[in-house]
């Protein structure tokens, strides 16, 4: 049985446990149980994919449903709560979104200013840590790509 | 996919940023975790190996000796897919801001680098 009937990951996502198949939750409960003995980052790394691997290939989920299932969200983010709750991981700011989003959706930072209306010098000077954009700035720019920005509650680390 | 030739990749993350090329603080968690989308999905999954990798080279840029420390990723895929797996590595050069990307696809060590034209 699940210790809490929701688990509510960094990003304020809420899972529902108590609706669980009785493999998923047992794998939920699993991990937990590890993240709380073992708060290592490379250890729980290289335990809850193993794990996870042996419920994903019983199942015999294609690729894109593993990870859209409530096991992998939560043994991710167990994995993040314990990098961050031991400084091997940093938590992610819009900067960080940003890049990832400039490095996984266009080619160069120069095609996201042309996209977006941002200056590339301006652009260097955020993701330097120099300067900010205002709020409307980049909620304009984001909006200009099909993007924008969403408040969630503050991290709960752990 | 049985009767395809499968290859053994494992590659290197360091698990801070270059110090010469960025800061050398730790990565964003959504770093790694947009990492381990990507293998799941493009790779159908990966195995960590246990512990922590801790390296010890010479920079070329800077000739000084770096020791950093990473987490090393192990996959099996077909042979006609190491390509995928190079430009992957290559991005995330870019992303987890690395100079290079230790890569040893069967036992045999290669290098990858950023894209040479293109992302900064």
Same mark, same amino acid.
């Given at each position: 049985m699940a210790k809490s009937k929701t688990y509510t990951d960094l990003d304020g996502r809420v899972f529902g446990?108590?609706?669980?198949?009785p493999d998923e939750a047992a794998l939920v409960e699993k991990l937990q149980k590890y993240a709380k003995e073992h708060p290592d980052w490379f250890e729980y790394g290289n335990y809850w994919i193993a794990e996870f691997a042996k419920f994903r290939d019983k199942r015999g989920l294609t690729r894109r449903e593993t990870i859209q299932t409530t096991a992998y969200r939560i043994g991710q983010d167990l994995e993040s709560r314990i990098g961050l709750a031991t400084g091997m991981v940093r938590q992610s700011d819009y900067r960080d979104e940003l890049e990832l989003l400039i490095g996984t959706k266009f080619d160069t930072r120069r095609e996201f200013c042309e996209a977006t209306g941002l200056s590339e010098d301006m652009l260097s000077h955020v993701l330097a840590k120099r300067k900010h954009l205002a709020i409307d700035t980049l909620a304009d720019a984001l909006a200009r790509i099909g993007y924008t920005i969403r408040i969630a509650p503050l991290p709960d680390v752990r | 996919m049985a009767d395809e030739p499968m290859a053994e990749c494992s590659f290197l993350i360091p698990v801070?940023? $270059?110090?010469?090329?960025? $800061?050398?603080q730790p990565h964003a968690r959504r770093l790694w975790e947009w990492l381990h989308i990507e293998l799941e999905t493009r790779f159908g999954g990966w195995t960590l190996a246990p512990g922590v990798f801790t390296a010890a080279y010479i920079d070329? $840029?800077?000739k000084a000796t770096v020791r950093d420390k990473s987490r090393r990723y192990t996959i099996a895929i077909p042979e006609n897919e190491i390509e995928d797996v190079r430009r992957l590595l290559s991005g995330v050069c870019v992303l987890f801001q690395q100079k290079c990307i230790y890569l040893s696809v069967a036992g045999r060590v290669e290098f990858i680098e950023a894209p040479k034209r293109g992302k900064k």
């Open positions: 446990l108590a609706t669980l198949a | 801070s940023r $270059d110090a010469e090329l960025s $800061d050398g070329p $840029d800077t």
